[in-house]
């Protein structure tokens, strides 16, 4: 038997730490692994955020460019700008690099994809080589790429240049709207204090007023930063922009938009179906039940019902586009604890009622009670001695039982005498069954345009079709012990079976440690049954007489 004293320490944490996901030097759990479609889309937001710093540094170089060409740069902004290539710019394409192939290695739906892509490379520069010896290699690949590219996305060839801003027209000067005191923010759905008013409180709170003058001195009370030059408004309930106030005003005056009592105001740019804070509390539901695969049908549902919980009543079945589910998906999978899987079981009522049903819980308690406990006439001194060196809960469910009985003496069952029998259906077949229609492969182009009349399909090869289902029959006990497995094979014709209607086949080495023994040389059984009536009767008493007794006798 191998000791851990033979293992290398190293080899010991790795496995510690690929198995069991726990830290060998803390001993706390580590965060468990993602499924392959969030590693994929992890590695398209890093992807995303890989060409966002490449364009930061592409504006750096424009201006780093832009001050050295005009000659007029000190030695001081010299230093900084070389600093700046050497220690930021010039790391920056090198992590960019090695991350970009890295995500590319990972979202590829195939292997192979890095060995296509040097080939490719070394055919490039190949004859780049040969049709111009005297230029550089990696310019031309450069040059080549960004003509390629220019036409599908276009490149600034410096920094970005701030507009010119139009010249406004000069605005007489306006008095100022004198401030009056506003009513004070509604506490909160758990009792707080706020301190801003929702975008529904303010416009509630704006309608009261009946002409423009009175609001306009309204949305000054409640929005201006200073009462006068130097003194800060106490009363500065709405702290978005002025063009953000009016926006949602004209929001909900052009289009009834519905806006919730105490919605949160959107400050930068336009208003999200579902704000930071109704996310995270999305999110909170699903992890409060973490087995619930959520889809794009549920996540319509999400975002519908918090639109009715800002105040908006939307259409009957109301269906949002399509793009916009997607958006919200990755919204959710971008979160802390939320994942992509492609892998799901359907939610029947039985599998939800065995998961959640208190009736079931309790008829599992109380089979157990009766197969693993039995009462006895006569008290064993032996046996209420080590029952009181337990604790409470653990001789809790053995009280119970007695108490049931009249306090009568309870003891627990051997091992041996505790049973299941199971049942299970296989379907047979010869060989493996591939799922040829997800497996990849590769089709013409041509094929491709005619998707919408044409199916794309692939051959056939297997002999998934020629199975047959099985019934596999085993019986074991607590001591670890099985009873010989019985295979039955029913509803076999009459050309099948033209002389035995009942047939039973022993197979030597088809069983494992039958009764008990162990060994290859036990047997296992085949049951043949043609398709006729009491069948099922037959094959019962045959097990009973033949597996369950002496199994139980041994």
């Known amino acids: 038997m191998l000791s851990l004293d033979s293992v290398l320490p190293e080899e010991y944490n790795g496995l510690v730490v690929s198995k069991y996901r726990i830290d060998p030097e803390t001993g706390e759990a580590i965060d468990p692994r993602d499924t392959k479609p969030s590693h994929k889309y992890s590695s398209t937001q890093d992807l995303h955020q890989i060409g966002s710093r490449l364009k930061d540094t592409r504006d750096l170089l424009g201006e780093s460019r832009e001050a050295l060409k005009d000659g007029l740069a000190t030695k001081k902004r010299v230093k900084e700008i070389d600093n700046m290539i050497d220690k930021t710019i010039m790391p920056m394409l090198e992590i960019a690099a090695s991350a970009v192939h890295q995500a590319a290695n990972i979202v590829s739906p195939i292997g192979g994809s890095v060995y296509t892509h040097n080939r490719e490379e070394s055919r490039q520069k190949k004859t780049m080589m040969k049709t111009h010896p005297k230029e550089k290699v990696k310019l031309m690949m450069l040059d080549s790429f960004v003509k390629d590219h220019t036409a599908k996305t276009p490149v600034a060839s410096g920094a970005s240049k701030p507009t010119a801003k139009k010249a406004r027209r000069s605005q007489p000067k306006r008095r100022k709207l004198p401030m009056s005191t506003p009513p004070k923010p509604v506490k909160d759905k758990h009792g707080n204090d706020c301190l801003t008013y929702g975008m529904g409180e303010f416009l509630y709170h704006l309608l009261q007023r009946k002409n423009g003058h009175e609001r306009g001195a309204f949305i000054t009370s409640v929005n201006a930063k200073e009462i006068r030059p130097g003194v800060q408004n106490p009363h500065r309930y709405v702290t978005a922009s002025r063009s953000t106030v009016y926006k949602i005003i004209a929001e909900y005056n052009n289009k ?142 053995c009280d119970m039982i007695s108490d049931f009985h009249g306090n009568r003496p309870v003891r627990a069952c051997s091992p041996y005498l ?137």
């Open 256 to 397: 009834g938009t519905a806006l919730g009592f105490k919605e949160v105001w959107n400050n930068v740019g336009r208003r999200p179906l579902l704000k930071d804070a109704e996310l995270e509390e999305c999110v909170a539901k699903m992890n409060a039940d973490p087995t619930k695969k959520i889809m794009k049908d549920k996540v319509n549902d999400m975002i519908v019902a918090n639109l009715k919980n800002r105040g908006g009543v939307p259409i009957l079945n109301m269906r949002l586009p399509s793009s916009t589910l997607s958006n919200y998906v990755g919204e959710f999978a971008s979160k802390q604890g939320v994942s992509l899987t492609d892998k799901s079981v359907d939610d029947t009522n039985a599998r939800h009622t065995a998961e959640r049903s208190l009736i079931c819980s309790m008829a599992l308690l109380i089979v157990v009670s009766m197969t693993h406990f039995y009462v006895t006439d006569d008290d064993d001194v032996a046996w209420r001695g080590m029952m009181k060196k337990l604790s409470n809960d653990e001789r809790l469910l």
């Open 418 to 554: 505790i049973i299941t029998v199971d049942d299970t259906q296989d379907f047979a077949t010869e060989g493996t069954q591939p799922a040829r229609s997800s497996e990849m492969g590769l089709v013409s182009k041509s094929g491709l345009s005619n998707s919408r009349t044409l199916s794309i399909k692939h051959v056939d090869d297997s002999s998934k079709m020629d199975g047959r289902r099985v019934k596999r029959h085993l019986m074991t006990n607590s001591a670890g012990y099985s009873a010989p497995p019985v295979y039955i094979i029913s509803g076999l014709t009459e050309y099948e079976m033209p002389n035995d209607d009942f047939l039973v086949l022993d197979v030597e080495g088809m069983c494992v440690g039958g009764y008990g023994v162990g060994g290859s040389t036990e047997k296992g059984y085949i049951i043949l049954m043609a398709a006729k009536t009491g069948m099922e009767k037959m094959r019962f008493a045959w097990v009973l007489e033949n597996i369950m007794i002496p199994f139980v006798k041994n």
